[in-house]
């Protein structure tokens, strides 16, 4: 078992940092908080209270094994994590990025700059984010998905990587949206797995994705999701 750290920095009793981490001196942590080994916390980084950072994932009885991991974890810069967040081993985020209470980042996820992540956001396994995207209150985005730089996903949007959940299949196989630059899409839309979303496309609420929108630049809306008019011919 690692051995704990003798208050190096000074946290405090109800913080527990394992040997092995790595943590700038003006980093902040709230109690209550966790950090695991084979974690690098940059700094001016703030971590709320009853945050655990750098969990080794594992894996329950009808699941499939894990990916190969990247179990070192890497917080930048100027980052700030809200209280009861969990952010799992191999996970990367890139500075001056903004999570929320209670998001949930599971393993392997990759996070680029300034990118805001709202109030019980689930961002599962190998999952990629874009810079300056902002992604809204209690959304879920699947395993592997891609997101790409400046987009906007709103409240509640869920992004499957898996329409056959009851047959296992390797994690390699659960492919969730591949979503381009610039892209909108509202509140309560719901994305089928393995489904490309072209740059600049803008979805409405309520939405349901069911086949890859092509057409960038452009609105679509329904049930399914259907191609409404351009709306930026310039790109």
């Given at each position: ?5 003798q ?11 394992y ?21 690098i ?56 990025t ?34 300056f ?103």
């Amino acid at each position: 078992m690692n051995e704990l750290k003798q208050k190096k920095h000074n946290f405090g009793n109800s913080v527990i940092v394992y040997e092995g981490a790595q943590i700038d001196k003006s980093v902040t942590i709230g109690p209550f908080s966790i950090i695991y080994p084979n974690t690098i916390i940059d700094s001016g980084v703030k971590i709320a209270s009853s945050c655990i950072i750098g969990k080794p994932p594992t894996v329950g009885k009808n699941q499939m094994p894990l990916m190969d991991s990247n179990s070192l974890t890497q917080i930048g810069s100027d980052v700030y994590i809200g209280d009861q967040s969990i952010i799992y081993a191999g996970v990367q985020i890139g500075e001056n990025t903004y999570l929320a209470d209670r998001s949930f980042l599971r393993e392997d996820v990759k996070i680029e700059n300034d990118v805001v992540i709202g109030t019980g956001v689930v961002v599962s396994f190998g999952a990629a984010i874009g810079s300056f995207t902002k992604i809204m209150t209690g959304a879920n985005i699947g395993g592997q998905a891609r997101i790409g730089r400046n987009c906007f996903i709103g409240v509640h949007v869920c992004s499957i990587n898996d329409n056959t959940p009851q047959t296992l299949k390797p994690r390699e196989k659960q492919l969730s949206a591949d979503i381009g630059n610039g892209v909108f899409i509202g509140s309560n839309t719901t994305i089928l797995p393995g489904l490309k979303v072209s740059d600049n496309i803008t979805v409405g609420a309520g939405s349901v994705i069911t086949k890859s929108l092509d057409h960038e630049s452009s609105l679509y809306i329904g049930s399914p999701a259907k191609f409404i008019k351009i709306i930026n011919a310039s790109g």
